[in-house]
């Protein structure tokens, strides 16, 4: 089979220009589009106004969906039980253990109430609730993602969400059972099969038939994260997601055809994937070149896989483990795999990344579906300041304050003082009469 093989870009940390050469190939400037705020913007008012008549047109429009009603784009706990009940017996226990997996990994991650009393008999804590109702946004487009339906709906579901709500632009249909079957077992109330902005707009602001929610997660094309940003602030959101991403730091000792399919795995998914290997051996680099001309033509998906190389892969050379550790903290990944003989030592160093994959076992595709962890991670640098998503998303925390009579008049006090110097007369007032 004869196919054009990528032409990867490669960076080396010794140039004068690494730096400057990095940032252009991350190009993370996607967001800021002026044209596609523009049009987010137009649906989202649109489906704030209208409410269904709006999302249908824009479902028949954008999706090719043409419904009456959204009764027809609705699914109900009964037809994702039939979707459960009717898969193979392999895609079955492969759902099942998969999402047993990640429920386990979430049962840790609950968060607790407490409350301390100190020497005053006040009482301070901290009560831990779970929100009312959220929605999931699950991507539908090029391919179906039932492991995104179990890593959002679980964690929610482990938090003790009232309503879960899931919007995925995927038919109900045998083609599309996994998706519903997983909703199944998410705990999943309602799944509405639309996508795109104006999927976002129906959760954030409600409309005839879908319930405006307080929390949105999951990731999805640019056009879903535009309208997740342009929407925060009316309803949360778990981050602001782009394409996803996966840097390898590898020691040159892992079989070059592992480290070739784990790209591979990463560039499938869609033409603006990022995938990059890390490697102090320009010799490795090499190899890895070689794994990829052999086995790209071996790929289903291999135009994409091509094209995100192309486009967006990036080989680069450094000079030791710990340097390669830095221009990772730099890039923050989405998924950082360490193949290194210690990758514990290595991982120490790590300041930025969504997960953290160790030892040349670990590919990132186990985390993709089934380790645990949900994969619904940050991206395009904000593994900075954004986390994993987990049970905590799906709870909030208010504090307690319980004064007694002794301890309202010390801190009455203190407060009337602070207040004063504020020139707010009215809290320095409200402390003292607690005096």
């Known amino acids: 089979m004869s196919i054009e093989l990528p032409v990867v870009t490669r960076l080396d940390t010794r140039s004068s220009d690494f730096d400057t050469a990095l940032r252009a190939m991350l190009n993370r400037a996607m967001l800021g589009n002026p044209q596609i705020n523009q049009i987010v913007s137009g649906i989202l008012t649109d489906v704030a106004t209208r409410g269904d008549a709006a999302v249908l047109e824009y479902t028949k429009r954008f999706d090719r969906v043409a419904a009456e009603s959204m009764a027809d784009l609705t ?11 009717r898969l193979p017996q392999r895609q079955s226990w492969a759902l099942r253990d998969a999402a047993s997996r990640i429920r386990d990994y979430h049962e840790r991650q609950k968060q607790s109430s407490w409350q301390y009393q100190d020497a005053e008999g006040s009482i301070y804590g901290q009560k831990i609730s779970p929100l009312d109702r959220v ?4 991507p539908g487009g090029k391919a179906n993602y039932p492991s995104s339906m179990l890593m959002n709906g679980i964690p929610a579901q482990v938090a ?89 730091v590898c020691d040159g000792q892992t079989d070059p055809d592992w480290i070739a399919m784990d790209l591979f795995s990463q560039a499938e998914h869609d033409e603006q994937a990022q995938s990059i290997l890390i490697s102090t051996s320009a010799a490795y680099l090499d ?51 360490l193949s290194v003989s210690d990758p514990d030592s290595l991982a120490a160093r790590i300041t930025h990344a969504g997960a953290l994959f160790l030892g040349r076992y670990s590919a990132e595709v186990l985390g993709d579906y089934c380790a645990g962890p949900s994969h619904v991670l940050p991206t395009s640098g904000t593994a900075r300041f954004f986390s994993a998503l987990g049970v905590y998303d799906f709870q909030k925390r208010s504090s307690i304050i319980h004064c007694s009579r002794q301890g309202a008049a010390t801190l009455a006090e203190i407060a009337s003082e602070l207040a004063s110097n504020e020139f707010l007369q009215a809290h320095a007032h409200s402390a003292d009469f607690r005096r």
Request: net charge neutral; proline share 4%.
């Open 160 to 248: 003790g969400v009232g309503q879960i709500i899931a919007v995925v632009p995927t038919r109900w249909n045998e083609q599309g059972d996994l998706v519903f079957a997983a909703a199944a077992l998410a705990g999943v109330e309602r799944v509405v099969t639309i996508g795109g902005a104006q999927a976002i707009a129906a959760l954030a602001y409600g409309t005839q038939s879908v319930p405006r929610v307080d929390k949105i997660t999951g990731p999805g094309n640019i056009y879903v994260t535009v309208a997740k940003k342009q929407v925060f602030g009316d309803v949360g959101i778990d981050m602001i997601a782009g394409p996803s991403e996966l840097t390898i």
């Open 135 to 138: 929605g999931i946004y699950v």
């Open 75 to 85: 699914v109900s706990r009964d037809q994702m039980q039939i979707s459960l009940e």
């Open 287 to 337: 190899k890895v070149t070689a794994s990829i001309a052999r086995l790209l033509p071996t790929m289903e998906r291999r135009e994409i896989i091509h094209k995100s190389l192309t486009n967006r892969g990036i080989f680069i050379l450094a000079r030791s483990l710990e340097e390669a550790a830095a221009v990772s903290n730099t890039i923050a990944p989405e998924h950082l795999e």
